[in-house]
């Protein structure tokens, strides 16, 4: 039988948050792993606010980055919020879960082209306010653009392609090897249909999952978001350790 810190490792080397509260709340385990635990089962779920909580009943000392980190997302920070959905794209493919990993990279096309669109249009922009908002956008680019599609992702292609501005993130998104994922996305119970996505599939669509992490980390990068990669890997190593802070928080 795995001990428990042997358990606890292989949770977190699967970033299995959930199972690792519940095991450390019913063994009345570390308090404070428990809260980190709990901020990273909320980050993943989106839930900042509650997030911040949980990190704030945190008695150790933990980095202020991590703070300032949550803060952000419930700002709606654009670094922060792509950041937190790159790192819940990369569980999905640690925990071999390519349905729900298909299914955000959908939703990684979408915000990155409604953001770079929202930008050209008003500088920076938080992800709550309306100028994020899919309908709002639309409505733009069909009365002042004449843009008259109503899918979010082809109407901002369509207004850069007329604009010849950020012609490569463009292509990045709508090229052939995106196309065949996107497919298994709407093919998939997250999307209109009852079929499968495995592995091999989204190797034969596009190539293996951690290398299209690294395209989609690379359009980030060319849009000018920094991305704190290390984010969980600290989570992980003071529940790991104890409560103490042995890893640094720069990429």
Known sequence: MLKKLDMTKVLLNSYNYSVLYYLRKELSLNEDSIYLTKYA???NNFNFTSALDNLLRVKTEIPKELVENAEDLIEGKADSIFNELICNIYFQAVREEYIDFSGRIFRFNESVLKYIFAISEFGEVDFYSKQMDKRYLLKLLNNKYH?????IIFAV???FSKKNKNQEIIDNILNENMHNLIN???NSI????FFSVGYDDIV???ADPYN???DLTRILEAIGLKLFKKKYDIINGIIMNGGRI???WSN
């Open 190 to 193: 997250v999307g209109h249909g």
């Open 212 to 214: 299209i992490i690294d």
């Open 184 to 186: 298994l996305r709407h």
């Open 41 to 43: 089962i909320d980050c």
């Open 157 to 159: 292609a369509e207004y």
């Open 246 to 248: 042995e890893t640094n």
């Open 147 to 151: 843009i008259h599609n109503n899918n």
């Open 204 to 206: 034969e669509a596009y």
